[in-house]
């Protein structure tokens, strides 16, 4: 075999290997469901708009990949300017995570929780998580918080498919419509902001 013939194999095995991998990341979707329940009554609480809650009330966050992906969770409480990361981890497929309790306290206001899915892991995220983790100062908060709102200002500019609700955990008793949670399916990252009000 001559070099000329070798090289035209080589490059071709080459290209072969590159097309076997987009084709592979092109078929991988990002899909997961989600639920915010009330401890207490083991309701699922509606998230579309912001929630309406009592100072005390307690929640649980519940989170179902349908594949392996990246889950991000960060609480946050303007008010007293605290932020607290309550998951970073790779999920596996069909894996369920769930907050420990987490319970309104005062002052009240507004508290936001930030869920971040993605296919990839998030390297700048993970490294401001880190840093926050290391020193929970000022300015590794606002560098976590100005990493949050840049994903999700990088995600809004992109048209993904939109969510839709699914039952999941929760009370059956009731309205069915007030016992849902949501469900996304689409490519690449997505952010859910929950606001509760109390």
Known sequence: MNKTNFRFYVCL????????????????TLKWSMSLQNVKTRETIPFGET?????????RLI???????????IAESPETDA?????EKQMRKDETWQSGVLQLT???????????????EQKDLARSI?????NQGFIQKRALRNEIYRIR????QFREAPEKPVLMGGATRGDPERNQGVEFSGLGTYVKTISIEH
């Open 13 to 28: 095995l080459i290209f072969f290997c590159l097309a076997v991998q987009i084709h592979a990341q092109q078929g991988r």
């Open 51 to 59: 929630v309406q809650a009592e100072t005390g009330e307690q929640f």
């Open 130 to 134: 880190a840093a926050f983790q290391n």
């Open 153 to 156: 200002s990088d995600i809004s």
């Open 106 to 120: 005062e002052p009240q206001g507004i508290e936001y929780l930030f869920v971040i899915t993605s296919l990839e």
């Open 63 to 73: 989170i179902q990949a349908s594949g392996r992906s990246f889950l991000y969770v």
């Open 83 to 87: 932020i607290a990361v309550l998951c």
